[in-house]
């Protein structure tokens, strides 16, 4: 069963931090690693990450994946409030319809 | 560019009342189209997708249907509403990118909040 993990669950930080997101995934037919933040509504596109070890970044955030390990990481810096969200990881599959499995995602709380 | 558009918001229905979401998709053709439901504290599940006009797959038996009737339109419905069907849903697009190194990524319209009482 394909399966993509996030963790931690939740974390709490202080303004100026740097964070990191885990998110490990384990599909049939992988095509690439997709990153969102969930604020109140819906999900919001990051990332897109096809190939291992190639940096994707914007502004504070960016993002790695490693294929090898089926894993991609997640890294804010200088937190700020209004990063306090939900991160949700999903892994994108091959194929006519291009499944998409989401993790249950990492719940982020910036404190001033 | 493409947008996507998704109605109500918001709704209260109390159990045993029909359910009818709708999702609109502007600026692709043939998209992929998905619905998902969002349970409080709990990940995205996939409900239905659909690859065209009347092609409609299943991911979890439930009673909930979908429906595709023209291209750009994805319908969410229910004949009979349970409590367990309350959660946020949303409707997503995608479109099928044949260079495999291009990847692929869905977009999510604005979502309904569902609170069946």
């Known amino acids: 069963e394909d399966k993509v993990v996030q963790s931690p669950l939740s974390l709490v930080v202080h303004e100026g931090d740097t964070v990191t997101l885990n998110c490990s995934y384990e599909?049939?037919?992988?095509?690439?690693l997709l990153w969102y933040k969930q604020e109140k509504k819906a999900p919001t596109f990051l990332f897109m990450l096809?190939?291992?070890?190639i940096e994707k970044k914007s502004g504070r955030l960016s993002s790695i994946l490693d294929k090898k390990e089926l894993f991609s990481i997640l890294n804010i810096t200088a937190t700020q409030t209004g990063d306090s969200a939900i991160y949700l990881c999903a892994a994108a599959e091959t194929g006519g319809y291009q499944k998409v499995t989401f993790g249950t995602g990492t719940k982020l709380q910036v404190i001033p | 560019s493409q947008t996507i558009h998704q109605w109500p918001a918001t709704l209260v229905q109390p159990v045993g009342s029909p359910l009818s979401l709708e999702c609109t998709v502007e600026g692709t053709s043939n998209p992929n189209l998905y619905w998902y439901r969002q349970a409080a504290g709990r990940g995205l599940q996939l409900l239905f997708y659909s690859v065209g006009i009347g092609q409609i797959s299943s991911e979890v038996p439930q009673n909930l249907s979908a429906s595709r009737p023209q291209d750009r339109q994805f319908i969410l419905s229910s004949k009979k509403l349970l409590l367990s069907d309350s959660g946020f849903y949303l409707c997503?697009?995608?479109?099928?990118?044949?260079?495999?190194?291009?990847?692929?990524?869905?977009?999510f319209g604005e979502g309904s909040w569902l609170t069946v009482v």
């Open positions: 096809t190939s291992s070890g």
């Open positions: 599909v049939t037919n992988f095509r690439s």
């Open positions: 997503a697009w995608s479109v099928l990118r044949p260079d495999p190194s291009s990847g692929n990524t869905i977009y």
